[in-house]
């Protein structure tokens, strides 16, 4: 079990109450409020003393701003080519309505070309559409691991490790599922 599946566990068994406390930090940095900081700690810290190669800071904040805002449930895909992940879900709901598409398609992109810091309203929009694609059952859930390793290359390009550019990938995703 790698070190996101570890802390994605341990947002999947907050309780209500620690998750109600987590949707009141929506925008807000880590240092901005002390509860956030601590409830944060308590979640990342732990992994980080472990093993360095836990996820990165500033993502593992975004994702744990977000988990707290749109719980959808974490699904993790035994086959990862055709997981649910936020791209491949949006892709799903892209409308088919010619005249709803480009905005949606234009909001998608938004969030591709963001860098990071400005990523948060972005996802903010994306969330409760994959919400609503659960709900109505096209989706099984988020792979919130996925996301999360995602999200801690967003920046770096091609020069990580996988080889690859996240958003691209993301952009192929998204337009297989829309098809």
Not at 24 to 53: H, I, M, V
Not at 138 to 165: F, K, N, P, Y
Request: charged content about 30%; some cysteine.
């Amino acid at each position: 079990m790698t070190q996101t599946d570890q802390f994605i566990r341990r947002l999947d068994a907050l309780k209500e109450g620690e998750r109600s406390r987590l949707r009141t930090l929506a925008g807000k940095s880590l240092d901005e409020t002390l509860q956030g900081f601590d409830l944060f700690s308590g979640l990342w810290w732990p992994l980080r003393q472990q093993n360095q190669a836990a996820p990165r800071r500033e993502t593992s904040w975004l994702v744990v701003k977000l988990f707290g805002a749109f719980p959808v449930r974490h699904v993790r895909s035994d086959r990862p080519e055709a997981g649910p992940t936020l791209a491949r879900i949006l892709g799903w709901c892209e409308p088919h309505d010619e005249h709803a598409r480009p905005r949606f398609r234009g909001r998608f992109d938004a969030l591709l070309c963001s860098p990071l810091s400005a990523l948060e309203p972005h996802l903010r929009w994306a969330l409760p559409v994959v919400a609503d694609a659960v709900t109505a059952r096209r989706a099984t859930g988020l792979d919130w691991v996925q996301l999360l390793d995602d999200l801690s290359i967003w920046d770096r390009g091609e020069e990580h490790r996988r080889g690859i550019d996240v958003r691209q990938d993301w952009a192929r995703q998204y337009l297989e599922a829309a098809k």
